[in-house]
């Protein structure tokens, strides 16, 4: 998991216009509350870790000022990510002093070891699992040749304990102080998600209904939003990790009554339904300008088409809603049968128009009842009528 849960994964809102929002969008992540709450932790746990390492007996207690850089390596946003990374910055810290005392008992002279230190240290970083870990391996190794000296044996002992001490008061620090839970930060990376695919589908509706069609040149005003949505449910998904990697040992879980399954199941039918969506959407770039292939829909199929957007887009955004969803798939049901008639009476149409045209023969290509844009909506419809059936199971 990243140590930048949230930030790394914000959703698109759009082109910045003026230079205090673009320093403001580079400033507010900074800003976050749950960063501030890390660096507060953060902040507690290194002085907690430098005071107790001064209580260590012997000359193990002169190295304490480790222990808050041990501290520091331990904080991060979650409390398994804090797990795991202090593993491996103590396994990689194991691998550097043990490198580096290898190198002290052979017999190469101080400005060899320093070289290998580094080099050996860096290939044995690449080993897989080190994770944070691998960037200790030559950092140890040269720290304990160059500042250990003649004094490695007890600096390599109270290098290593010190950032143990820290590691370990870390941990309880990230524990017992609010362990973050990124529930909310899903909830909103999916509603960022469904809006943005909400908006494609009315988008789509109002430039069918509209009487001025915009110009061939142009992109269609739906593309942005078509765009942008494969980025928001690609944010989604990285938060909805976040927010499952931060629920684990979490305490906070037992009284946090957020639906997270809910989440994931709704994050699961975007997915699904986005597919449909941008197929929509180039399905309807060529019944108006015939790219990339020409796609033919009479008045009515085009009229009846707005309406079934138009229910598509509110049958997603009551998806998640008890009280609309039963009648926004009713109302979806209706325009779905008013299209597939529509469409239907189209096609007799076009068959019958062609033998009546003799010696004339329709492009292959064409599609002249939108049969496309048809099953496109049919699987919108049927993906959050199953969504709901699932959820009713459970």
Do not use: C
């Not at 930048?4 to 320093?23: D, F, H, K």
């Not at 398994?80 to 490198?99: E, K, N, P």
């Not at 190198?103 to 190469?108: E, G, N, Y």
């Not at 064409?366 to 049927?382: K, M, T, V, Y």
Request: proline share 6%.
């Amino acid at each position: 998991m990243s140590d930048e849960p949230v930030m790394a994964r914000e959703t698109s809102t759009g082109s910045i216009r003026t230079p205090r929002q673009r320093l403001g969008a580079w400033i507010t992540p900074a800003l976050r509350p749950w960063r501030l709450m890390l660096a507060l932790k953060t902040a507690i746990a290194a002085t907690a870790a430098w005071f107790l390492g001064g209580f260590i007996p012997g000359e193990l207690g002169d190295f304490s000022y480790y222990a808050p850089l041990g501290a520091l390596v331990s904080l991060t946003p979650t409390l398994m990510d804090s797990v795991r990374s202090s593993l491996q910055t103590l396994i990689g810290l194991g691998l550097g002093i043990g490198l580096a005392w290898a190198l002290i008992v052979s017999p190469a002279p101080g400005w060899v070891s320093v070289a290998l230190s580094v080099g050996l240290g860096t290939i044995l970083a690449g080993l897989p699992g080190l994770g944070q870990g691998r960037d200790y391996v030559p950092i140890a190794a040269l720290f304990v040749i160059i500042i250990g000296g003649a004094n490695a044996n007890d600096f390599s002992l109270g290098y290593l304990v010190q950032m143990a001490l820290g590691v370990l008061v870390g941990l309880l620090v990230n524990l017992l102080i609010m362990p973050p839970l990124f529930v909310r930060e899903s909830a909103a990376g999916i509603a960022a998600a469904r809006g943005r695919m909400v908006d494609a589908l009315r988008t789509m509706s109002t430039t069918l209904s509209s009487e001025t069609e915009p110009a061939a040149d142009d992109p269609p005003p739906w593309e942005r939003s078509v765009t942008s949505l494969r980025h928001d449910i690609d944010a989604a998904r990285g938060l909805v990790r976040d927010a499952a990697e931060s629920r684990r040992a979490n305490p906070r879980t037992r009284w946090n009554k957020h639906d997270f399954r809910g989440d994931q199941g709704a994050l699961e039918a975007l997915e699904r339904i986005a597919p449909a969506v941008v197929e929509l959407g180039d399905a309807l770039r060529a019944a108006l300008w015939g790219i990339p292939v020409p796609v033919r829909l009479g008045a009515e199929v085009r009229a009846t088409l707005a309406d079934a957007l138009d229910a598509a887009a509110d049958l997603v955004d009551a998806a998640i809603d008890d009280e609309r969803l039963p009648e926004a798939l009713e109302t979806s049901d209706q325009a779905l049968v008013a299209l597939r008639r529509a469409v239907r009476s189209a096609h007799v149409d076009a068959v019958n128009q062609a033998g009546s045209d003799a010696g004339s023969a329709d492009d292959p290509a064409d599609d002249p009842g939108g049969e496309n844009l048809l099953f496109a909506l049919r699987r919108i419809h049927a993906e959050v009528e199953s969504s709901k059936r699932t959820d009713q199971a459970e």
